[in-house]
């Protein structure tokens, strides 16, 4: 397996700067990762940046509570996608599922789903840590049903934690091979990597992708 190509490079913090992105940029490039991952905001210098290379541009929308309008998720994916983004890491409405208002939900996922045109990549982040096992087997279903690539476990941001071995089980339990799976949040080392690859993630997301490749076996780069 390609180590590299599991890992979406992070970097999602709000004092993040301009040398820090493009820093971002130059080890995604040099490592080979999926994808460099960033605010939107920050989508026209990364999208620069990685043109011609393999690593794809990642956005997240909504971004890190999910709780403002689907209008505004729509138009932040439609924006990120017209500056360069080919993948795009949605927040769901965490509120509205929690008191069932599912519909909304539903809506929310399948506009934002509507606005990513293929052959861009949608990742739906589903906040695991906060959520019941059954939450988390009905908006699994849920990303299926309108079309997600990905469900992802977590922002990273939330104080109740991130990506959990048992989370990504439940999840893969769940929808099968109907989707892919991105683990993220709290992954620090190789040995997080691999044990979150074995429970059934296809993809990570972390800020510590350079630390990971140096202590990956046969992975290494100096």
Not at 5 to 10: F, G, L, R, S, V
Not at 63 to 86: M, S
Not at 101 to 110: C, H, Q, T
Request: charged share 25%; net charge neutral; glycine share 6%.
């Amino acid at each position: 397996m390609n180590i590299a190509k599991t890992i979406d490079h992070t970097l999602l913090k709000a004092e993040a700067t301009d040398e820090q992105i493009r820093a971002l940029c130059a080890e995604a490039k040099r490592y080979e990762f999926a994808s460099a991952c960033v605010n939107s905001c920050w989508v026209p210098l990364v999208s620069s940046l990685l043109q011609g290379s393999s690593v794809k541009t990642c956005s997240v929308v909504g971004f890190p509570l999910g709780a403002c309008n689907t209008d505004a998720k729509v138009r932040e994916t439609e924006r990120a996608i017209a500056d360069g983004a080919q993948e795009i890491d949605m927040v769901i409405n965490i509120g509205w599922l929690k008191s069932n208002e599912l519909s909304k939900v539903i809506d929310d996922i399948a506009r934002v789903r509507a606005a990513a045109t293929r052959p861009n990549i949608l990742k739906v982040i589903i906040e695991s840590a906060i959520l019941t096992d059954k939450e988390i087997q009905t908006i699994s279903e849920i990303c299926v049903e309108q079309g997600a690539d990905f469900v992802k476990t977590s922002t990273g941001m939330h104080t109740a934690g991130g990506a959990k071995v048992e989370h990504v089980k439940l999840v893969r339990r769940t929808i099968g091979t109907k989707a892919l799976i991105k683990a993220s949040g709290g992954i620090r080392t190789y040995a997080d990597l691999a044990k979150l690859l074995e429970s059934g993630a296809s993809r990570i997301g972390c800020s510590a992708g350079v630390q990971i490749m140096r202590e990956a076996p046969c992975q290494s780069v100096a």
